[in-house]
């Protein structure tokens, strides 16, 4: 059973398992993080990576395998293994900019998908000593305690924090300023933290540019729906992988649309 982890989830083996491979994930990309004793490179699309990716990847894959062999993966470093129906979506580093120059905001992220549809999502930061996780139909949590968006319904006293603006097109961008700009506060954290402080309720609105892969955006988007928030492309329709990304705490969610893409009386 998985350790500190409340309701159903702990008697789904496969939760169980996703929880213990990412006490081990954590160990092992703290200790590197702290010791700075890992190995970096560039891949072809520019996007840096480290040894300790490809070392994170090997658990969380390796265990999946070893348990579920017949379960297909996607996971980012080493591609599709097919398999049937339920889909492991693995971010071994979410974060790897972030992990190399000594900033803490960086997590292991796992989600488990049945015919397409997500089951229970992690999310892991081992150095901020957070991790956030849902389960379908029981709500989102941070460890055992749950969370929820946030009740803000005014854009003047909404917070909203967001990604590097270089991974937005020209049009997103304009948008996406338009919408701070209505804003009480803004700050741009990146990666997957944004979203997670939309459904913890530290935050109201939270983006994240285009470019994603299923694995950037899958175990983020049942948490925050989980904990009563709702995610969208900034356009408005599901999510995909050209699209930046907006949640929010559902209450919100129509208006900044439409003030993102000039909609706004």
């Known amino acids: 059973m998985a350790r500190d982890v409340p309701g159903p989830a702990a008697r789904d083996e496969r939760f169980a398992l996703a929880w213990n491979l990412l006490d081990r994930a954590d160990e092992l990309s ?44 996607l996971a980012e470093e080493g591609g599709r293994i097919p398999g049937d129906s339920v889909q492991w979506v693995i971010d071994p580093l979410d974060g790897s900019a972030n992990f190399i120059e000594g900033i803490p905001v ?52 909404a ?44 935050y109201d609105l939270a983006s994240s540019g285009g470019g994603g892969e299923p694995w950037d955006v899958a175990p983020l988007g049942l948490i925050v729906e989980e904990a009563g928030g709702r995610m969208t492309s900034l356009r408005g329709g599901a999510w995909d992988a050209a699209d930046p990304v907006l949640t929010s705490n559902a209450i919100l969610h129509g208006e900044a649309l439409r003030i993102v893409n000039g909609k706004a009386g």
């Open 30 to 73: 703290a200790a590197a993080f702290r010791s700075g004793g890992y190995e970096t490179w560039t891949k072809a699309d520019g996007s840096p990576v480290t040894d300790v990716d490809m070392r994170v990847e090997d658990v969380l894959t390796g265990g999946i395998r070893a348990a579920f062999g017949a379960d297909s993966v």
């Open 106 to 157: 960086y997590a292991h992220m796992v989600a488990l998908l049945r015919a397409g549809s997500p089951v229970f999502a992690l999310v892991s930061s081992p150095v901020l000593g957070r991790r956030w996780w849902a389960y379908r139909g029981c709500g989102a949590f941070e460890r055992t305690r749950r969370v929820a968006a946030s009740t803000t319904a005014r854009l003047d006293g």
């Open 159 to 202: 917070r909203i924090a967001y990604g590097g603006l270089r991974d937005y097109d020209p049009p997103s961008l304009d948008g996406l300023v338009r919408l701070i700009r209505r804003c009480m506060r803004s700050r741009g954290f990146g990666n997957f933290l944004p979203h997670m402080l939309v459904a913890e309720g530290t």
